[in-house]
């Protein structure tokens, strides 16, 4: 999952124009939740085995004082080396795919609820609705990787789920509101069925 992280963040910018995004080690931390101590042997396991991936580079002046510097430190920046591998590896570019739809699905629903605090627009519909529920429950955002866009990530996904509840608060109604005209259609039924027989009783009397 941290290489899965790992990647999307330095190969998508947040525009998804490009396969180049050098991030600090410290920024991959805050978004990701991964801790230093999982990244690192990560990063070094990569710089061992495939050093063409990742570039890693400290501040400077952390590399005057200490030339012995761990490989990663939060202040590092890391960063795509050659993206020319890119296209040679699907299951990257799998998650870069995944990456960029799921920054212009949030930026969209984020824009939504904006909308809709304004009065300018209502709740989810379906097939958006549908869409939307797809990719949360799929791809499940957090806030940590929803503040990089904005500041907004609990109005969006409040947006969302009220937008959910609200449908299926729909559906309920109209479901009881079906059950309620079966109800009446039945009784109506019945009513004219025992007209009809008090009709025919009263004319074989006569």
């Known amino acids: 999952i941290i290489v ?24 991959f931390l ?9 990244l690192g042997p990560l990063l070094q396991s990569f710089q061992n085995t495939c ?6 580079v400290l ?23 050659n993206d020319q591998f890119i296209p040679n590896w699907p299951r990257l570019i799998d998650w870069i795919k995944e990456e960029r739809d799921s920054q212009v699905q949030y930026k969209n629903l984020s824009e939504k609820s904006l909308l809709f605090d304004k009065g300018l627009t209502d709740y989810l519909k379906t097939p958006d609705l549908d869409i939307a529920l797809a990719w949360y429950e799929e791809q499940q955002p957090d806030v940590l990787w929803g503040n ?8 969006t996904i409040s947006y969302l789920l009220t937008s959910k509840a609200k449908f299926e608060e729909e559906i309920l109604k109209k479901e009881l ?8 259609n ?7 069925g025992a007209s009809a027989v008090t009709v025919l009783l009263i004319i ?3």
């Not at 050093?51 to 890693?56: A, K, M, N, T, W």
């Open 4 to 27: 899965e992280k790992l990647f999307k963040q330095v190969t998508v910018t947040q525009d998804a124009s490009s396969f180049n995004r050098p991030i600090r080690i410290d920024h």
């Open 30 to 38: 805050k978004v990701s939740g991964a801790q230093l101590n999982q």
């Open 51 to 56: 050093s063409y991936v990742f570039e890693l």
């Open 59 to 81: 501040p400077l002046q952390e590399r005057l004082e200490d030339k012995n510097h761990p490989l990663t430190s939060e202040a590092a920046v890391v960063d795509i080396k």
């Open 148 to 155: 990089q866009f904005d500041s907004n990530y609990e109005r």
């Open 177 to 184: 509101a079906q059950k309620d005209k079966a109800k009446r």
């Open 186 to 192: 039945r009784k109506t039924l019945l009513w004219i």
């Open 204 to 206: 074989s009397y006569f």
